[in-house]
């Protein structure tokens, strides 16, 4: 059974860096098939995408937030990551990791729905 | 960046009536990779449709989507009352992708 399931700390102080941890079973992440993401929603707001990565490296980041998101994957541990440097109480959220289905044509490959998320984790940014 | 607007913001409805939930882009959405989630209160959001019109797995055939370019549409042909959620509407076609603001469904 697919699971994916964010972990990290719950309360961030303004100016840090926020970590959290998707740890991905049921399936590799390593597979050519997939991208992981990381999505976000502050309280009682939408959605908002952050970025994605493929097992490989190669990252997406949404433009908005580019300059402050390293997201990395540890297929070692078949997990993935997101970091998110400099944080205020903006970036309050719950933040959703999620799989991205892959789509590869004879040219070039690129990410689709999101097919399955995990439970999400709230982060609160607060002094 | 494609903004989705989404219509109703909220909507009410009795048991067993039908849904119909709008969502616009800002332009067109390339090759109409547009998808639908349902977001019940307190979960996470959950995949019901994709590619416009297909239904992800397990989820009833009450729920249809339709549209094109820049009009896309949610179907719920007949509403129960596990129903009750907000509905969003996303674009995979460009990046960044984008969510629209969600449409809640609300059972009489």
């Known amino acids: 059974q697919l699971q994916l399931q964010e972990s990290g700390p719950g309360l961030v102080k303004p100016s840090e860096t926020l970590s959290l941890t998707c740890a991905v079973s049921?399936?590799?992440?390593?597979?050519?098939?997939?991208?992981w993401d990381w999505i976000r929603q502050p309280p009682g707001k939408g959605l908002e995408w952050i970025g994605s990565?493929?097992?490989?490296?190669?990252?997406y980041y949404n433009t908005s937030l580019k300059s402050r998101i390293t997201i990395s994957a540890d297929t070692s541990k078949n997990q993935f990551s997101l970091r998110l440097s400099s944080v205020t109480a903006a970036d309050t959220a719950v933040y959703y990791c999620?799989?991205?289905?892959?789509?590869?044509?004879?040219?070039?490959?690129?990410?689709?729905?999101?097919?399955?998320w995990g439970q999400g984790i709230l982060v609160t940014v607060s002094s | 960046e494609i903004v989705l607007t989404q219509s109703p913001g909220t909507l009410s409805l009795s048991p067993g009536e039908r849904a119909t939930l709008s969502c616009r882009a800002s332009?067109?959405?390339?090759?109409?990779?547009l998808s639908w989630y349902q977001q019940k209160p307190g979960q996470a959001p959950r995949l019901l449709i994709y590619?416009?019109?297909n239904t992800a797995t397990g989820i009833p055939d009450r729920f249809s989507g339709s549209g094109s370019g820049t009009d896309f549409t949610l179907t719920i042909s007949r509403v129960v009352p596990e129903d009750l959620a907000v509905y969003y509407c996303?674009?995979?076609?460009?990046?960044?992708?984008?969510f629209g603001q969600g449409t809640r469904l609300e059972i009489k």
């Open positions: 999620a799989r991205q289905v892959r789509y590869c044509s004879s040219t070039s490959c690129i990410g689709l729905h999101l097919d399955y």
């Open positions: 049921g399936v590799s992440i390593s597979s050519s098939s997939y991208y």
């Open positions: 590619a416009t019109s």
């Open positions: 996303q674009q995979y076609g460009s990046s960044p992708y984008t």
């Open positions: 332009q067109s959405v390339s090759r109409s990779y």
């Open positions: 990565i493929y097992y490989s490296g190669s990252t």
